[in-house]
C-alpha cells in the first residue's frame, strides 16, 4: 500500500475523520507560512476553529500534557524553526473518536527525524476536537542508553 498525502485522501472521507484530515492539512499549511516575518500565535485560528479551546489538552510523544495556550505557543515556537510534512498510512473513527496513521518527517536545523505515528483525537458533542493523545515510532538513537536493543530487529 503506498502512502498518499493528506490532500489526496481528504475528499475520501466525511464526519470526524474529515475534520482530522483538515486539521492536519491546516498545520502544514500554517507550518509552512510560519517561515514568513511577522507570525505569531493568533495565526493558528484557523485551527482552534477545529478544537474546543476551553477544554483542549494535548498529551504528546514525551506524555507532556498542553492546554489550547500552552499548545499554540509550543507550536509556534516549533513551525517557526521547523519543516514539517507528513503521509498518510490508515485512519479509524469510532462514535466521538478518530485514529490517524501517519508517517511525519520533520527537520529542525541540523536534525532530521522520520517518524511513524498515531493520533488519537477525541470529540465533544459539538465536534470540536478535545483531547489529543500522541504515541510515536522512531529509529533508535545514536548512542549507548540502548545497548539492550543491539540485535533486535528493526521494522522499516
Known amino acids: 500500500m503506498g502512502m498518499r498525502e493528506l490532500s489526496e485522501v481528504v475528499g475520501e472521507h466525511t464526519g470526524l475523520s474529515r475534520k482530522v484530515?483538515?486539521?492536519?492539512?491546516?498545520?502544514?499549511?500554517?507550518?509552512?507560512?510560519?517561515?514568513?516575518?511577522?507570525?505569531?500565535?493568533?495565526?493558528?485560528?484557523?485551527?482552534?476553529?477545529l478544537v474546543a479551546v476551553d477544554e483542549f489538552e494535548r498529551v504528546g510523544n514525551f506524555k507532556e500534557v498542553m492546554n489550547w495556550a500552552e499548545y499554540v505557543e509550543f507550536l509556534t515556537g516549533w513551525?517557526?524553526?521547523?519543516?514539517?510534512?507528513?503521509?498518510?498510512k490508515r485512519i479509524t473513527e469510532k462514535p466521538g473518536l478518530v485514529f490517524l496513521e501517519l508517517e511525519e518527517r520533520s527537520e529542525v536545523g541540523d536534525?532530521?527525524?522520520?517518524?511513524?505515528?498515531?493520533?488519537?483525537?477525541?470529540?465533544?458533542?459539538?465536534?470540536?476536537?478535545?483531547?489529543?493523545?500522541?504515541?510515536?515510532q522512531m529509529a533508535l538513537p545514536e548512542n549507548d542508553m540502548l545497548k539492550s536493543y543491539e540485535g533486535v530487529r528493526i521494522s522499516e
Open 79 to 88: 513551525a517557526t524553526s521547523a519543516e514539517w510534512e507528513c503521509s498518510f
Open 21 to 49: 484530515l483538515e486539521y492536519g492539512l491546516t498545520t502544514k499549511r500554517l507550518v509552512d507560512s510560519a517561515k514568513n516575518p511577522g507570525f505569531s500565535a493568533a495565526d493558528w485560528a484557523p485551527l482552534a476553529e
Open 111 to 136: 536534525y532530521k527525524s522520520v517518524v511513524n505515528s498515531v493520533s488519537v483525537y477525541e470529540f465533544d458533542e459539538a465536534g470540536k476536537i478535545r483531547h489529543i493523545d500522541v504515541y510515536l
